[in-house]
């Protein structure tokens, strides 16, 4: 049986800078509970390409996700390689409203490996979830901050 969740959030960062926050593996532990990344092949601080392998780790766990679909400002998606579910595809949407700033959808769809533990994953996972998108959108703001915070952004006074 396959299983979903859904969690949202809303940045007030442009799309650029939170995509940019999300194909950068070596963010994820600044904005998100993981604790530690690695990236298969290459640095965690450049950017990902569709292909690549991500290995995390939250304490004792560590969960291998390959990078499956990239749309510049728009998509981010992956699949869980190694892990409690037999299937696990996430997608991260991003959007940027009339108004300012980004909204960002965080899903995916899994099928667990053991019977009957579905409705827990998806109960844990909306949870754990939740702290990431919001990591990720409160990351996101402080790094345009800082970008239009910076020397060369700001206009020259004489």
């Given amino acids: 049986m396959t299983f979903t ?18 194909v950068r593996a070596g963010t994820w532990p600044l904005w998100s509970p993981i604790d530690a990344v690695e990236v298969a ?13 991500r290995i995390f780790r939250t304490g004792r766990a560590v969960s291998h996700e390959r990078i ?17 579910f037999r299937y696990y595809r996430g997608a991260v949407e ?15 769809e899994f099928t667990p490996r053991l019977p009957l ?8 996972l909306t949870r754990y979830m939740q702290r990431m998108v919001q990591g990720l ?8 901050n800082q970008t239009a915070d910076s ?4 206009p020259l006074t004489m």
């Avoid at 640095?43 to 292909?51: E, H, K, L, R, W």
């Fill in 41 to 53: 092949a290459g640095n965690p601080g450049d950017a990902q390409q569709a292909g690549d392998t």
């Fill in 68 to 84: 499956v679909e990239l749309a510049k400002d728009k998509r981010f998606v992956y699949e869980n390689v190694d892990g409690p």
């Fill in 117 to 124: 533990t579905g409705p827990l994953w998806r109960w844990y």
């Fill in 94 to 108: 991003l959007a940027q409203p009339c108004e300012s700033g980004t909204d960002i959808v965080w899903s995916a």
């Fill in 137 to 144: 959108a409160r990351h996101a703001e402080d790094a345009g």
């Fill in 5 to 22: 969740y859904s969690v949202t959030a809303h940045s007030q960062a442009n799309p650029d800078v939170v995509y940019s926050a999300l």
């Fill in 151 to 154: 020397p060369r952004s700001r």
